[in-house]
C-alpha cells in the first residue's frame, strides 16, 4: 500500500491547512486511516483517525474542536482539515492505513497501522 500525504506548509498561528492522504492506484476504502505527527525532538503522536466506512471518527485531546478528518471513497482520500493552528502544531504529519473487514476497528496506536505515507511538514509560526 502506497500512501501520499500532502498538503503541508508554512502558515501563521490561527490560519488553516487541509492535508491529503491518497493511495495511488488502488481503493483505501477498506482501510481504516489515521493521521499522526511528529514534532522535532518527541515521539510520534495520534492526531485523528477514520474508520473504513466513517462511522468512526477519533481524535486527540490536542485537536479536538479545532481539526476534522473526512474521507471521499469515490476519490481514494482522506482529509485532515486543521483550523485554528498553533505553533504547538508545528511538526511532520504522516497519514497510516490498516486493512480490515470491520467497520469500527479504529485503533489510535502507530504500532497498529502496517502502511505509511512519507509524511508532509506543517510548520505554524507564531
Known amino acids: 500500500v502506497q500512501l501520499q500525504a500532502s498538503g503541508g506548509g508554512l502558515v501563521q498561528a490561527g490560519g488553516s491547512l487541509t492535508l491529503s492522504c491518497t493511495r495511488s492506484?488502488?481503493?483505501?476504502?477498506?482501510?481504516?486511516v489515521g493521521w499522526f505527527r511528529q514534532a522535532p525532538g518527541k515521539d510520534r503522536s495520534f492526531v485523528a483517525a477514520?474508520?473504513?466506512?466513517?462511522?468512526?471518527?477519533y481524535y486527540s485531546d490536542s485537536v479536538k474542536g479545532r481539526f476534522g478528518i473526512s474521507r471521499d471513497n469515490a476519490k481514494n482520500t482522506v482529509s485532515l482539515q486543521m483550523n485554528s493552528l498553533n505553533p504547538e502544531d508545528t511538526a511532520v504529519y504522516y497519514c497510516?492505513?490498516?486493512?480490515?473487514?470491520?467497520?469500527?476497528?479504529?485503533?489510535?496506536?502507530?504500532?497498529?497501522?502496517?502502511?505509511w505515507g512519507q509524511g508532509t511538514l506543517v510548520t505554524v509560526s507564531s
Open positions: 497510516a492505513a490498516l486493512a480490515t473487514a470491520s467497520t469500527r476497528r479504529l485503533p489510535r496506536t502507530a504500532e497498529a497501522y502496517p502502511y
Open positions: 492506484g488502488r481503493t483505501l476504502m477498506n482501510h481504516a
Open positions: 477514520i474508520s473504513r466506512s466513517a462511522v468512526l471518527t
